[in-house]
């Protein structure tokens, strides 16, 4: 049997593809991408011709049993998402699921990736949870769903990645600001490896009004990373805190 390659391809700066990758996915008998069109235009780039198989969230089941077959047969096919690395927050799973029970070796290559960007810049608000964190990708679209979504991961000790998208990013900030107390800090990574890449680091209460600041503030892709509880005494702290911000706010609407 073949090999399937699960190539991580750039966030944004297309110079951020490895040696590596180019060089796989030169060789590649074919690749299967999640959008022909957004593939055909990195490889455009990167002055390449090859056979691009369509395997994106609607077909994955099908494309893997495709790729699983050509597999078997001995080829070398690469596999990328449209931005990234495969797999996290993007399909990728089932095919890689079928190349290994078609026997297939399945070789990743690393590279970029926007939780792990991001967090390789979160400093010192990775400290309260002593480094640890936990991947979330994007929350539920579901506003009920997302708020215990919310709620339980605010308690937890460690920090927290999320992806969002610029439609959802206001909601987002402000349903933060409702869960978390004012001064947990969230790192604001905004188009990141791109031209407009942003970088900010603000307090829960603050996110809203970094955004509204300025109309650019909201375009773009984001990852947010936010400071975890810590431990011990996280909880009566956080309620602690809570109770002042409430009575900050009460105190704000008083005559
Ligand atoms: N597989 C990708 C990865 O490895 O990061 C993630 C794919 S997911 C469908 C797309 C989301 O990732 C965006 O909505 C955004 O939250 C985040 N993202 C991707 N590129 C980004 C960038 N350049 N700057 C900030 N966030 C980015």
């Not at 700066?13 to 690749?31: C, F, G, Y």
């Not at 069109?37 to 049993?65: C, D, I």
């Not at 009566?236 to 805190?241: R, Y």
Request: net charge negative; hydrophobic share 50%; with cysteine.
């Amino acid at each position: 049997p073949g090999t399937l390659y699960v190539v991580a391809t750039p966030i944004g700066n297309v110079a951020d593809l490895s040696a590596r990758a180019l060089h796989v996915l030169a060789q590649a008998d074919a690749i299967a991408c999640e959008d022909t069109r957004n593939t055909a235009h990195l490889l455009n780039r990167l002055g390449l011709h090859k056979p691009l198989l369509a395997a994106h969230q609607h077909n994955e089941m099908e494309a893997a049993q495709h790729i699983a077959a050509r597999l078997a047969a001995g080829e070398r096919i690469a596999y990328v998402s449209d931005a990234g690395t495969p797999g996290i927050s993007d399909p990728g799973a089932k095919i890689v699921a079928a190349a290994r029970a078609a026997g297939a070796r399945v070789m990743p290559l690393p590279g970029a990736n926007a939780a792990i960007t991001a967090l390789s810049a979160a400093g010192d608000l990775l400290d309260a949870g002593d480094g640890r964190f936990t991947f979330v990708g994007f929350l539920s679209p579901k506003a009920e769903a997302r708020e215990a979504q919310l709620r339980a991961l605010a308690a937890r000790p460690e920090a927290w990645i999320l992806y969002e998208a610029p439609h959802r990013i206001a909601a987002t900030l402000a349903a933060l600001a409702a869960v978390l107390p004012g001064e947990r800090r969230i790192l604001i990574g905004r188009e990141l490896t791109k031209l407009f890449e942003q970088l900010v680091v603000v307090r829960a209460d603050a996110a809203s009004g970094w955004l509204a600041a300025d109309a650019a503030h909201a375009k773009g892709e984001f990852v947010l990373v936010v400071e975890g509880a810590g431990e011990s005494t996280a909880g009566e702290a956080g309620a602690t805190l809570n109770a002042q911000h409430v009575l900050a706010l009460l105190l704000a609407e008083l005559p």
